[in-house]
């Protein structure tokens, strides 16, 4: 495996579910991050973690609840999520948490029911 | 914080033409400015990007032109393939402080007829 990898590709879950994103990367970068893209919507920035230590909350709810193991994974715990929070969260790498290059995953499609 | 208008939204040609894309952006400390491609149901990928000490950039067909007293960047493709279809984003961040956060346009979706 190269590049990121995202898991599972697609999620359907109940408001009042408890579910789990994956995300690892294999290309040894440093800084790692959740974007939620919505239709006709920017890519919004959620969180940023930076050699396992989160640098960057973007005012996300806390239904949404991230967590970063060591450099290579990266997960977002989801719980009590709203219709609205239905989109593609897509996980991304860069080599340091400054500007350069973001390698995307494929996205994890979620549906709240 | 950082705001980021692309126009337009939605742009067709025909192939063999041209294609320009637009983003404006409202940090004057903004200094990187990529591009990323999202082909349907891809991820993202970057395809070009320049920093604020240049004002042009070329990579075989796409170039990307950077005014920084307007504040704003464009994108433009020569001799358009149907390949080229797909939603390009543009965005814009301050590099070289403690991390960097890229801001995002909404998205062009480009449609090229063959």
């Known amino acids: 495996e190269t590049g990121v990898t995202q898991t599972p590709r697609h999620l359907v879950m109940g408001m009042t579910n408890k579910k789990s994103l994956k995300c690892e990367q294999h290309?040894?970068?440093?800084?790692m991050y959740w974007y939620k893209q919505s239709a006709k919507k920017p890519l919004e920035l959620m969180f940023v973690?930076?050699?396992?230590?989160?640098?960057e909350n973007n005012s996300v709810p806390s239904r949404f609840s991230p967590e970063c193991p060591n450099s290579s994974h990266l997960f977002l715990h989801l719980h009590t999520l709203q219709p609205e929070d239905s989109a593609l969260y897509l996980c991304?790498?860069?080599?340091?948490?400054?500007?350069?290059?973001?390698?995307f995953g494929e996205g994890s499609r979620l549906t709240v029911l | 914080g950082e705001n980021v208008e692309q126009h337009p939204s939605t742009l067709s040609v025909q192939e063999g033409d041209s294609a320009v894309i637009k983003c404006t952006y409202s940090?004057?400390?903004?200094?990187?400015f990529p591009w990323y491609k999202q082909e349907l149901g891809k991820r993202p990928q970057l395809i070009i990007d320049?920093?604020?000490?240049?004002g042009e950039k070329k990579d075989q067909r796409i170039a990307v032109t950077l005014n920084k007293t307007a504040k704003h960047f464009s994108l433009h493709i020569t001799e358009t393939q149907p390949e080229d279809s797909a939603v390009y984003f543009c965005?814009?961040?301050?590099?070289?402080?403690?991390?960097?956060?890229?801001?995002f346009g909404q998205g062009t979706i480009l449609t090229v007829h063959p």
């Open positions: 973690y930076s050699l396992e230590e989160r640098v």
């Open positions: 320049i920093r604020s000490n240049v």
């Open positions: 965005a814009a961040s301050i590099g070289g402080t403690s991390y960097g956060k890229l801001t």
């Open positions: 940090d004057s400390a903004s200094n990187y």
């Open positions: 991304a790498s860069s080599q340091d948490r400054g500007v350069g290059e973001l390698f």
């Open positions: 290309l040894g970068h440093n800084a």
